[in-house]
């Protein structure tokens, strides 16, 4: 920190020797180190000469000289490129810098560049703006001479500031001067723009637009008047004429639809009976081969010396679908014998079978080899 606030001390003391080398006076002898308290914030140096003419002032000191935080060191970077792009002639990019400067470690000195900035873009009000504020922020620290010259630029530039009162026939309209927005309507007091020419538009909120160039003079006053469609005002409904009820028609009665559904046994019934059916015909199909197959052999049995190994393969096809047909078929019959047992014994049928059931009795009897019901109805 003594290094920085030496550095500080030197900057400034350059700063002075300059000046005094362009009034022809003889350079002040080198400084000593002071020891001045601690500040919060580190400044930038005398950063407030950059942009003045040439030899009205010290040149420029090095940014960040007396910088010590990352927050000022971010602001050193800024000014840095700030004050090279201004050196470039590029004072759009140099006034960005500049005011990014100011936004991250604020310094009244700071606002003197941003209205020397202004001046070179030519846009006297923000340099007017930037100026006052440099005179308001830096009070009894700014020198006599600075003030004056200060005042001086603020009082040559106010000539090449005019105003422009701005009219609206509808109320809550926002105003635009050159795509930035100045208010809305009614607006209290004309606005402050540069000399030239500019547009004024007026924009509702439903959409509606009214737009005029004007020109503005120095020290003058110009009048715009913008006109946009009248809101309309919301009627009040029409009152609407009382209507006698219509009676509803009368009521007809209609039977609930039937909610009936087979139940699970007379459903299994009923697939099983269609498996039963599918294995008899299998069955017989399986029988018709069988026959021909037979017939076959018989045609082979009444041929002289037919081959043995024919005949034992043609027997072997006869006796594989003889057990086939045999298989489908008592499947086929014990399917249907079963589907129709499901189907008395289901007591929530299709029909009423809750008040037969209590006089009808019916048992499934199976045995080794038989199948049988015996039952009473």
């Known amino acids: ?65 007396a910088l010590a935080s990352d927050r000022d060191a971010d602001a050193a970077a800024h000014f840095a490129r700030a004050v090279e792009l201004y050196q470039e002639g590029a004072y759009q990019p140099a006034l960005i810098e500049f005011q990014q400067a100011h936004a991250t470690s604020p310094d009244y000195r700071l606002l003197y560049n941003i209205a020397q900035t202004h001046r070179k873009l030519q846009d006297y009000l923000g340099a007017i703006r930037s100026y006052e504020g440099y005179l308001a922020q830096g009070g009894a620290e700014i020198a006599d001479e600075r003030r004056q010259q200060v005042e001086a630029h603020l009082a040559s530039l106010r000539t090449r500031v005019g105003q422009v009162s701005i009219s609206v026939n509808v109320p809550g309209v926002e105003i635009y001067v050159d795509e930035t927005k100045v208010g809305v309507s009614p607006l209290s007091s004309p606005v402050p723009a540069n000399v030239g020419r500019h547009r004024v538009v007026a924009r509702a909120a439903d959409g509606s637009s009214d737009s005029a160039l004007v020109e503005v003079a120095g020290g003058e006053r110009s009048q715009v008047t913008l006109q946009l469609a009248p809101r309309p005002v919301p009627r009040a409904p029409a009152p609407v004429a009382a209507v006698a009820p219509v009676p509803a028609p009368p009521r007809v009665p209609v039977a609930p639809p039937s909610t009936h559904a087979w139940s699970t046994a007379r459903k299994g019934a009923i697939v099983t009976w269609a498996a039963g059916g599918a294995a008899l015909v299998a069955g017989g199909i399986a029988g018709i081969r069988t026959k021909r197959s037979n017939d076959e052999l018989d045609d082979l049995l009444a041929v002289e010396g037919v081959d043995r190994s024919a005949l034992a393969d043609q027997r072997d096809s006869v006796r594989r679908l003889s057990l086939a047909t045999d298989v489908l078929l008592v499947t086929g019959a014990a399917a249907l014998v079963t589907g129709t047992v499901l189907w008395l014994l289901d007591p929530g049928g299709e029909r009423n079978v809750k008040a037969a059931s209590a006089t009808s009795r019916l048992r499934l009897e199976v045995g080794p080899a038989s199948l049988g019901m015996r039952g009473r109805f």
């Open 1 to 65: 920190m003594n290094a920085a606030r030496y550095l500080l001390v030197l900057s400034l003391c350059l700063s002075h020797a300059a000046a005094a080398h362009a009034q022809s006076e003889p350079p002040p002898s080198p400084p000593t180190p002071v020891h001045e308290p601690a500040v919060s914030v580190p400044t930038l140096g005398d950063v407030s000469r950059i942009g003045e003419p040439p030899g009205a002032d010290a040149p420029l000191p090095t940014p960040d000289a």
